[in-house]
């Protein structure tokens, strides 16, 4: 169990510019999520994903954000036209699907540091 | 909406000393309850969760009570250590997706 691994940690980009976040999940866990962290503040649900489908996303994700996963494996998260108020952590999460609503534990990757300059 | 409150920080305490972080929400069912602990540097962990009314939750000496009547879920931990200078986040999750949903995170400072 190598756990969730996410890449780059550390990203410093230009504003109007693109970046791509990849996730590697847990090998055998097909649920996949990301959340976004400002500091001071708690994790805010971005998406999630159940092998290769989206199932469900957030408001916050404007049509600047795009994620894939697109063999239901690792998963990307793309953000578009950066802007300053998109700087922030961007953490990526996996759980086993388990028994529906009964809180299956969701393991967290390091999160991915995004700075727009 | 769903939606979880904790106390603000950040808390400082001696070693030795009783923590308590309270931790309230609201939800339109009834869901899982989870502690989740982040180390400077480091990501977030699961310290401990309970999935229905009355069951504790425990892990390292913390210990948690899903409380339905009060919508609670109140951390503890007896005598703090150094090693659990720490941010602290509750959270709840519902659903078929199992998201969860967080409070804002208390900092937790312990000195010698």
């Known amino acids: 169990d190598t756990g969730v691994s996410q890449d780059p940690r550390h990203k410093i980009t230009k504003r109007g510019q693109n970046v791509t976040f990849r996730c590697d999940p847990i090998s055998e866990h097909n649920r996949l999520y990301w959340y976004r962290q400002t500091l001071g503040q708690g994790p805010e649900f971005l998406t999630y994903?159940?092998?290769?489908?989206?199932?469900?996303k957030s408001r916050l994700l404007s049509d600047r954000f795009s994620a894939e996963r697109p063999k239901g494996s690792f998963s990307t998260l793309e953000i578009q036209r950066t802007e300053q108020g998109d700087s922030a952590m961007y953490l990526c999460?996996?759980?086993?699907?388990?028994?529906?609503?009964?809180?299956?534990?969701?393991?967290f990757g390091e999160g991915s540091w995004l700075t727009v300059v | 909406g769903d939606s979880v409150t904790q106390m603000e920080g950040p808390v400082t305490l001696s070693e030795e000393a009783f923590l308590t972080i309270n931790c309230t929400y609201t939800a339109t069912g009834y869901p899982s309850l989870f502690w989740y602990v982040q180390y400077p540097g480091e990501g977030l962990q699961l310290l401990l969760k309970a999935t229905k009314a009355d069951d504790k939750g425990s892990n390292k000496g913390f210990e948690a009570t899903y409380r339905k009547e009060t919508t609670s879920f109140h951390l503890e931990k007896g005598s703090v250590q150094v090693s659990d200078s720490a941010v602290y986040f509750c959270a709840l999750s519902l659903g078929a997706g199992n998201k969860l949903t967080f409070g804002g995170g208390t900092r937790v400072l312990v000195k010698p």
């Open positions: 994903f159940q092998n290769e489908a989206q199932l469900e």
């Open positions: 999460a996996s759980s086993s699907p388990g028994q529906l609503g009964k809180g299956n534990t969701i393991y």
